[in-house]
């Protein structure tokens, strides 16, 4: 189900810190099957003989389809680089990294959010991350990111961040 393998290391490269893609639970494509097949047989009922069979043979692979795409997002913290969905912001523009708990994520994603953030918001994830941008000429004053992992992001952000600061 994974639309493109983790990231390598390679010597050219670099490491990659941290890299987690944000898939849907695998129990939820036992429903979606399940819903492919409802809606086939609605379909089913409509016409007789083998154009019975077209309902199913679209519907539930639509439904699966549509359960991959949802799961598809991915955050990569590697080569001096925070790059979420194809969209990057170098780590010498990040700054305060805070965790926000599932429980307080609603105020978060709520009346405390900036408009101009960007997001990445995955409701079957419970903690975000919010990553602030330094940078005057960015658009965006910072990044709330779904994460199950926050910790390792924040941590990865910052031993990145050092790694590069150390680098003459």
Same mark, same amino acid.
């Given at each position: 189900?994974?639309?493109?393998?983790?990231?390598?290391?390679?010597?050219?490269?670099?490491?990659?810190?941290?890299?987690?893609?944000?898939?849907?639970?695998?129990?939820?494509?036992?429903?979606?099957?399940?819903?492919?097949?409802?809606?086939?047989?609605?379909?089913?009922?409509?016409?007789?003989?083998?154009?019975?069979?077209?309902?199913?043979?679209?519907?539930?692979?639509?439904?699966?389809?549509?359960?991959?795409?949802?799961?598809?997002?991915?955050?990569?913290?590697?080569? !001096?680089? +925070? /790059?979420?969905? &194809?969209?990057?912001? *170098?780590? %010498?523009?990040?700054?305060?990294?805070?965790?926000?708990? $599932?429980?307080?994520?609603?105020?978060?994603?709520?009346?405390?959010?900036?408009?101009?953030?960007?997001?990445?918001?995955?409701?079957?994830? !419970?903690? +975000? /991350?919010?990553? &602030?941008?330094?940078? *005057?000429? %960015?658009?965006?004053?910072?990044?709330?990111?779904?994460? $199950?992992?926050?910790?390792?992001?924040?941590?990865?952000?910052?031993?990145?961040?050092?790694?590069?600061?150390?680098?003459?």
């Amino acid at each position: 189900m994974n639309h493109r393998p983790p990231e390598k290391d390679s010597a050219t490269s670099g490491p990659t810190a941290f890299d987690e893609r944000l898939s849907v639970p695998v129990w939820w494509y036992l429903p979606a099957v399940g819903l492919g097949v409802l809606l086939g047989a609605e379909i089913h009922m409509g016409y007789p003989g083998l154009r019975a069979w077209i309902g199913y043979l679209t519907m539930i692979p639509l439904c699966v389809l549509a359960l991959w795409w949802m799961g598809r997002s991915r955050t990569t913290v590697r080569d !001096g680089r +925070l /790059v979420s969905n &194809e969209r990057s912001v *170098p780590l %010498s523009v990040v700054g305060v990294t805070d965790t926000v708990a $599932r429980a307080d994520k609603q105020r978060a994603m709520g009346p405390d959010l900036d408009p101009a953030a960007y997001v990445l918001h995955r409701a079957w994830v !419970g903690p +975000l /991350v919010r990553v &602030e941008i330094t940078d *005057p000429a %960015s658009d965006e004053p910072y990044w709330v990111l779904s994460s $199950r992992r926050p910790e390792e992001l924040r941590d990865a952000i910052t031993a990145a961040q050092d790694r590069t600061s150390q680098t003459p």
